[in-house]
């Protein structure tokens, strides 16, 4: 079929293929549609099947040729990338240059853009100098913790004095008005709930309505900045008729030895709760810290090697991060774009903000593949089950459910994978050269300030 095809590499692990067919191939497939259609189509004046091609070529013919040209470049394509180690990626379609132009008299001719793996030249992976971060877990973050077992078990009651303080949850009426103080109707909104000093409405009235009373009714005046955080307020100023209708507030449980119990039955007393506090909050340093760890050492390698991320491989990356993102805020896409628009941000500008993390991402994970086809690394029948067991109580499954699980949707060999690839990422750590870096502060730690 194909009289010659030629191959040239261009920048971002693209390639360019040129295609050549013989001209019979162009005949017979251009006549086999001919024939498949005089067969098939409905013409008046003519029987079905009866239709003379001359008709046919008359009325279809430009169609014919379209759809002939399709049929052969699909064709050919598969045949030319066959013996060839420029392969398709096979997450984004080839990519037409120019038009097509068919002739049943000629050699059909064609070229295509496609993304291929990229070439890697793997740096040094062995012996690396890496940080990581010292974490600073004091009385403060422990209180801080159990501060939040008295929110999660407090009851919330009617305030006494009704006088509206931070912390207070308060139920409101508001709307705007103009300038004659007369409601602005599209703008009402009814029995509006929020805890003050959270931020957590629309108007940042937080500051606003602290020592108001329940029933009090007043007109509030606010300029917002130009550079306000809500794009529709920046730069505005809104005068907006605020009506308290109640004040709670939360009655906190006393610290002490029944709150401990109620919290778990596997504590006595509140030292044991505050003992499972410290353990949590260590457990999670030194999670978040091994992460680290591996990011910096995957990052090292990054440095070290050299290769070309094409784009379909970023673009999948980003579409990954884009799904996981609508997973973590329990949102729908178009949610999301709305809650995005409010903060001046769309999709495309978020996942650019994301790109320089993603081709970095998906350059460690082709180069982990890399030292794992040059690294022997067996996987035993003992680290299968440890590592089935820890998913297990990760899971708070039966260890031998899993395993039958992970049996019949065969991915017995992803699990292998997964273990092969921690024995490495351990075995590349304990060879590296670890350095401290300065003292951080937990809770900045935590939300990544470090």
């Known amino acids: 079929m194909i009289s010659k095809k030629n191959i040239e590499k261009l920048e971002n692990s693209a390639v360019k293929l040129s295609v050549s067919v013989e001209k019979e191939e162009s005949r017979k497939e251009y006549d086999a549609l001919l024939n498949k259609y005089s067969k098939s189509v409905q013409i008046k004046g003519f029987r079905k099947g009866k239709v003379p091609t001359s008709i046919l070529e008359k009325r279809f013919g430009d169609s014919l040729k379209q759809e002939a040209a399709s049929n052969l470049l699909e064709k050919a394509f598969k045949e030319a990338v066959e013996d060839i180690e420029e392969k398709p990626l096979g997450i984004a379609s080839p990519e037409l240059v120019g038009e097509l132009d068919f002739n049943p008299e000629n050699e059909f001719s064609f070229e295509v853009k496609y993304d291929v793996f990229p070439e890697v030249k793997l740096g040094e992976y062995r012996g690396l100098?890496?940080?990581?971060?010292?974490?600073?877990?004091?009385?403060?973050?422990?209180?801080?913790?159990?501060?939040?077992?008295?929110?999660?078990?407090?009851?919330?009651?009617?305030?006494?004095?009704?006088?509206?303080?931070?912390?207070?949850?308060?139920?409101?009426?508001?709307?705007?008005?103009?300038?004659?103080?007369?409601?602005?109707?599209?703008?009402?909104?009814?029995?509006?709930?929020?805890?003050?000093?959270?931020?957590?409405?629309?108007?940042?009235?937080?500051?606003d309505v602290v020592k108001m009373k329940v029933d009090q009714e007043k007109i509030i005046?606010?300029?917002?900045?130009?550079?306000?955080?809500?794009?529709?307020?920046?730069?505005?100023?809104?005068?907006?008729?605020?009506?308290?209708?109640?004040?709670?507030?939360?009655?906190?449980?006393?610290?002490?030895?029944?709150?401990?119990?109620?919290?778990?039955?596997?504590?006595n007393t509140l030292d044991d709760l505050k003992a499972s506090i410290e353990k949590k909050l260590n457990d999670q340093v030194e999670q978040r810290v091994e992460n680290i760890k591996t990011d910096n050492l995957l990052m090292k390698i990054v440095e070290n090697s050299e290769l070309t991320i094409p784009q379909s491989m970023i673009n999948a990356e980003l579409d990954n991060r884009w799904r996981s993102f609508m997973q973590q805020s329990r949102m729908t896409e178009e949610n999301i774009e709305m809650f995005l628009q409010l903060q001046g941000q769309t999709k495309d500008s978020l996942k650019e903000t994301w790109t320089p993390e993603a081709i970095n991402t998906v350059?460690?994970?082709?180069?982990?593949?890399?030292?794992?086809?040059?690294?022997?690394?067996?996987?035993?029948?003992?680290?299968?089950?440890?590592?089935?067991?820890?998913?297990?109580?990760?899971?708070?499954?039966?260890?031998?459910?899993?395993?039958?699980t992970f049996e019949k949707n065969g991915m017995m060999e992803y699990l292998k994978k997964d273990i092969k690839t921690k024995k490495l990422i351990k075995d590349l750590l304990s060879s590296s050269k670890i350095t401290k870096s300065e003292k951080v502060d937990y809770s900045d730690f935590m939300m990544g300030k470090y």
């Open 221 to 267: 005046e606010k300029t917002y900045p130009e550079d306000f955080e809500i794009k529709e307020l920046a730069g505005t100023t809104k005068k907006l008729k605020v009506k308290i209708k109640a004040v709670k507030e939360k009655q906190l449980p006393a610290l002490d030895d029944e709150l401990a119990q109620d919290v778990s039955e596997e504590f």
């Open 129 to 207: 100098e890496i940080s990581e971060p010292k974490v600073s877990i004091l009385k403060k973050h422990k209180d801080a913790e159990l501060e939040k077992i008295q929110e999660q078990n407090s009851v919330v009651v009617d305030k006494e004095n009704k006088t509206i303080a931070t912390k207070n949850i308060v139920t409101m009426d508001y709307a705007e008005v103009d300038e004659n103080d007369n409601v602005i109707e599209d703008t009402k909104r009814e029995d509006f709930v929020f805890t003050v000093g959270t931020g957590y409405n629309y108007y940042k009235l937080d500051d």
């Open 363 to 404: 350059k460690a994970q082709i180069l982990l593949e890399k030292i794992l086809d040059q690294e022997n690394i067996e996987v035993s029948e003992s680290d299968i089950e440890d590592e089935i067991k820890t998913q297990s109580e990760m899971y708070n499954m039966p260890a031998d459910e899993l395993k039958e």
